[in-house]
């Protein structure tokens, strides 16, 4: 049976942005950046109040059907506990739909929050990181992401299926996903860069330009880079290049990315790791040394803002 808790409880979870694939882990690798969204939260006696701040501000539902909101419910129902009203404030710094990962942020930090506040009732209600993973990605659907943002740093993410029993003490095998990650040892001289454009991207048109097969060879290509990342990103930056290159997403969804896939062919002849973030139409940039002044001027001359997030830590919540 769930607990009631009492009105005046409060948290603040703070969640950064992420970035996916990396290059050749689609759905698999991830990175937690810099940009961090805020989420208040506080219990009140009934109703739901919330203000959003900041992105999207004026492109999301201010009410029950808010990804933060039903986040934290997420969050309340998986600790046992219920609030009767909620006040939440989010204030919001990752740009929507760029491939920053900002839907999973907000869900995550929805999340945290929600189980937050049962902490606060009762220490023995708090929820850990790979139960966090798990309510995440549910979400999302993959945990690239969601795992990035709750673990913070570099993460390798996977799915599997398990047998579920069902009432009754009856074994039906009924199956479901569960999603795991753990956090790599990033290089120390890593340094992410993104370059944002104003233009947004939907994650559904993008993925949906993805064939349902694809060849044998190109599949191996992937499997053999994505390893290889592991290496470069944690042991061997020099590899950075090869270890970024991918078979399987970007060049079939650069057709809507026009100033994206321009951009990452100029950056990577320039000898600097770039691929598509997440769905686009952010690009990411990998390396060790500071970011060439005249590409920072060539591409805000092109209407795309360059920033030099950090690695980020997980999702915190006070």
């Known amino acids: 049976m769930s607990r009631t808790l009492p009105a ?55 009410g029950p059907s808010h990804l933060v909101v039903r986040a934290i419910e997420r969050g309340l129902e998986a600790a046992g ?21 900002s839907s999973a942020s907000a ?24 139960r966090l993973v798990q309510l995440a990605s549910e979400f999302e659907g993959h945990p690239d992401n969601a795992a990035a943002s709750v673990l913070g740093g570099i993460v390798v993410s996977w799915t599997e299926t398990a047998a579920t029993a069902a009432g009754d003490g009856v074994e039906i095998p009924e199956h479901r996903r569960v999603y795991r990650a753990v956090r790599l040892a990033a290089h120390p001289s890593l340094r992410p860069v993104v370059l944002i454009p104003e233009v947004r991207s939907s994650t559904t048109h993008t993925r949906g330009l993805l064939p349902e097969t694809v ?15 592991v290496v470069a990103l944690t042991e061997r930056p020099d590899l950075l290049l090869p270890a970024t290159c991918d078979k399987l997403h970007q060049a079939q969804r650069a ?18 790791a770039a691929t ?31 920033v030099e997030p950090g690695l980020a830590e997980g999702v915190s919540v006070d």
């Open 255 to 272: 057709p809507a990315l026009p100033l994206t896939t321009a951009w990452i062919a100029r950056l990577r002849a320039e000898g600097i």
């Open 81 to 101: 506990v219920w609030a009767d009203g909620l006040d939440v404030v989010c204030r919001n710094v990752i740009p929507h739909s760029r491939g920053l990962g």
């Open 8 to 62: 005046g409880l409060a948290v603040t979870a703070r969640v950064p942005a992420s970035t996916a694939n990396l290059g050749p882990g689609f759905d698999s690798l991830g990175m937690a950046l810099g940009l961090y969204d805020e989420i208040e939260v506080r219990t009140t006696d009934s109703g739901l109040t919330v203000r959003v701040e900041g992105e999207g501000a004026d492109d999301v539902p201010w």
């Open 215 to 229: 060849p044998h060879a190109d599949a191996a290509f992937n499997v053999s880079r994505a390893a290889l990342a």
């Open 276 to 306: 598509v973030s997440g769905a686009g139409p952010t690009v990411l940039a990998l390396g060790t040394s500071e970011f060439p002044a005249e590409l920072r001027e060539l591409a805000a001359a092109e209407g795309l803002r360059v």
């Open 107 to 130: 869900v995550v930090g929805g999340l945290a929050a929600g189980c937050g506040l049962a902490a606060k009732l009762d220490t023995d209600l708090s929820v850990d990181t790979d």
